[in-house]
């Protein structure tokens, strides 16, 4: 009993100390959400191997930095694939906690990690449950695609993965598919 105590408090502890990237909820179309994002700052990396890039990025947040300044975990990690004629990338984005601005972050040591301010956006999201794996997110981005284009929504056609949380969370687990909407 006191080792499903201890895991009930670290789980509960852990969601409760992670901030979470804000957005409005401007419409609900069936299983859809029309988000508006506030503006955030992300660092990113993209290769061309999606198996390094968390270590990429956490290496930049727990210290990898010109300061060795340690930065929080937020959520959601943002993920998405691009693939043109000539190759495939894997880009891996972290959300900073809102207080920073990008004069308060400290320069990343790995050249390869971009950080950006990005204004104010509006998505289309739908949300599913449990572990992400490549047939639950083409389902719901095959769903997403559907509904927007039943409800002519024009969208940029590259589907971004938003997983909400730690890799050793078991239930109540949280992914967003979200479309960039076209203005």
Do not use: C
């Amino acid at each position: 009993m006191r080792l499903y105590i201890l895991f009930f408090f670290i789980v509960f502890n852990s969601m409760s100390q992670t901030e979470e990237q804000s957005y409005n909820v401007l419409k609900t179309l069936e299983d859809v959400q029309i988000r508006e994002y506030d503006p955030v700052i992300y660092a990113t990396v993209s290769t061309d191997n999606n198996r390094s890039l968390f270590r990429i990025l956490a290496g930049y947040i727990f210290g990898g930095n010109e300061s060795n300044q340690k930065i929080a975990m937020t959520a959601p990690v943002h993920m998405q694939e691009s693939i043109t004629e000539k190759e495939k990338k894997y880009t891996m984005r972290f959300v900073m906690p809102s207080k920073y601005t990008l004069n308060d972050l400290s320069k990343p040591n790995d050249p390869r990690i971009v950080m950006e301010k990005v204004e104010k956006k509006k998505y289309a999201a739908i949300t599913y449950s449990g572990y992400n794996n490549s047939t639950k997110f083409s389902f719901n981005s095959t769903k997403l695609r559907r509904i927007l284009d039943e409800n002519n929504i024009s969208y940029k056609d590259n589907p971004i993965y938003l997983g909400y949380d730690a890799p050793y969370k078991i239930w109540g687990r949280k992914n967003d598919v979200l479309f960039e909407l076209s203005e």
